[in-house]
């Protein structure tokens, strides 16, 4: 009600500007300029109103969205070769469009988070190789003698883009995740962060993978085994001995959850070849770190095999 008081109050002050006498003639009270001066004058204070103090019945947004200028570069279901992935199945992961639900406005995997993912992957399997995880159910974990290295695959990280391009609540098939270079299995590790954190934290999301370490059973390294309680085959695929490759995907998009708004939440999936945690395999060989390499020792982490 004060504010429609208000804005009247506005309206007679700006008319006065013009007014008419006895004999109907209109005489000009202020020049030109203080009359634009007038009206610029009531635009603002109509704008004030409107967006301080609000009019009857209207509803201020209790989340307001954040404007993000999505960012141009190849569509996450592109491939730059000439893989006819309908061969390898009808449903397969690179055949889906991005989900148009998913307000996703940016999904670029920079050179530099390639490098870091590389770096938390290996610097991690080091870790593990040379007997230094001391954590588990029971702990410590034993040494690895046959770690290999991981290195990036790009084809790999296509399948995965294509993947967080759905917004999805879980895991693709393996048989919709194959690939067209390479003839083996593929595995996939996802980490969500619902948030406002802007940029992408890599770290946050092999670490989170890679904690469940805390409840893996030693044992477990000969032959592996889910447990029916905890998670595990997150750390289990991070370490998995004979997975030499990854490649991964991101999303960034908003999302509600619970009528509240996460406007910088993302989607972090990771693809691996060859896949692991296969059920009664070992997770690697036990033994003095790069003892049983298949080949030469990595240069870059000496403790991991290439």
């Not at 969205?65 to 449903?91: A, F, I, N, R």
């Not at 299995?185 to 962060?193: A, C, T």
């Not at 993302?266 to 997770?283: D, F, H, L, M, S």
Request: charged residues 25%.
């Amino acid at each position: 009600m004060m504010g429609t008081v208000w804005w009247w109050s506005a309206v007679v002050m700006v008319l006065m500007v013009v007014v008419c006498d006895s004999d109907g003639r209109t005489t000009q009270l202020l020049k030109e300029k203080e009359i634009i001066q007038q009206i610029s004058l009531l635009d603002r204070l109509v704008d004030v109103m409107l967006n301080v103090t609000g009019c009857a019945g209207a509803k201020k947004p209790i989340h307001e969205k954040k404007k993000h200028k999505p960012k141009e570069g190849v569509k996450p279901t592109e491939s730059s070769s000439e893989c006819d992935y309908s061969q390898l199945s009808l449903t397969h992961t690179m055949l889906k469009p991005q989900e148009p639900t998913c307000e996703i406005y940016n999904s670029e995997v920079t050179e530099k988070e390639k490098e870091q993912i590389l770096n938390l992957h290996n610097t991690l399997r080091a870790q593990v190789a040379t007997g230094q995880e001391k954590r588990g159910a029971p702990g410590p974990q034993p040494p690895a003698a046959n770690m290999r290295e991981i290195v990036w695959n790009d084809e790999l990280a296509q399948v995965a883009q294509a993947w967080a391009s759905q917004c999805p609540q879980g895991h693709d098939s393996a048989r919709d995740r194959r690939m067209c270079t390479r003839d083996y299995h593929v595995g996939q590790n996802i980490h969500y962060y619902w948030g406002f954190d802007e940029g992408p934290d890599w770290k946050r999301a092999v670490y989170e993978w890679y904690d469940e370490v805390a409840d893996m059973p030693s044992s477990f390294v000969a032959s592996f085994q889910l447990l029916k309680k905890k998670k595990i085959g997150h750390y289990t695929q991070v370490v998995w001995a004979d997975t030499s490759e990854v490649g991964c995907g991101i999303v960034h998009y908003e999302v509600e959850l619970q009528g509240k708004l996460y406007p910088e939440s993302k989607i972090y999936v990771c693809n691996y070849g060859q896949a692991g945690n296969v059920k009664e395999r070992p997770i690697y060989a036990e033994g003095a770190a790069g003892s049983q390499c298949p080949g030469a020792a990595s240069s870059t982490y000496p403790d991991l095999c290439i």
